[in-house]
Nanobody, 125 residues
Framework: QVQLVESGGGLVQAGGSLRLSCAASGRTLSSIAMGWFRRAPGKERECVAAISRSGLATYYANSVKGRFTTSRDNPKNMIYLQMNSLRPEDTAAYYC??????????????????WGQGTQVTVSS
C-alpha cells in the first residue's frame, strides 16, 4: 500500500506560480514511478506530468510543457510539481499518483495503482 497526500494548492492570479507537493508513505519512493494528474470541471482527468523512479526521465503534456516541472526527492519520499506562468485553463483539482509496477514515466492513468485525495488549484484571470 502507498499513501499519498498532496499540498500546495490555492488561488493564484494568471501568470503566477504554485508548487504542489506530494508526500508518499508505505513504500520506498525510489521503487515507484509517479505522476501528476488534473481534472477540471466538466473534463476528463488528464496526465500533466510523470516522472520515472530515478527522476531522470519525465513526461509533460503539451499543454504544460515549458511551464510545469516535476521533480522528486526519494530520500524524503516527496515529489513536486512546480507550476509557472499559470493560466485560467490550468484551474483544476490536481492529484499525485503512484504506478507501482513501472519504472516510468507513465502517462496512462490506468497504470496507476494509488492516488492522493487531490488539491485544488484556481487561477484567476
Amino acid at each position: 500500500q502507498v499513501q499519498l497526500v498532496e499540498s500546495g494548492g490555492g488561488l493564484v492570479q494568471a501568470g503566477g506560480s504554485l508548487r504542489l507537493s506530494c508526500a508518499a508513505s508505505g513504500r520506498t519512493l525510489s521503487s515507484i514511478a509517479m505522476g501528476w494528474f488534473r481534472r477540471a470541471p466538466g473534463k476528463e482527468r488528464e496526465c500533466v506530468a510523470a516522472i520515472s523512479r530515478s527522476g531522470l526521465a519525465t513526461y509533460y503534456a503539451n499543454s504544460v510543457k515549458g511551464r510545469f516541472t516535476t521533480s522528486r526527492d526519494n530520500p524524503k519520499n516527496m515529489i513536486y510539481l512546480q507550476m509557472n506562468s499559470l493560466r485560467p485553463e490550468d484551474t483544476a483539482a490536481y492529484y499525485c499518483a503512484a504506478a507501482a509496477d513501472y519504472y516510468g514515466p507513465v502517462k496512462n492513468q490506468t497504470e496507476y495503482n494509488y492516488w492522493g485525495q487531490g488539491t485544488q488549484v484556481t487561477v484567476s484571470s
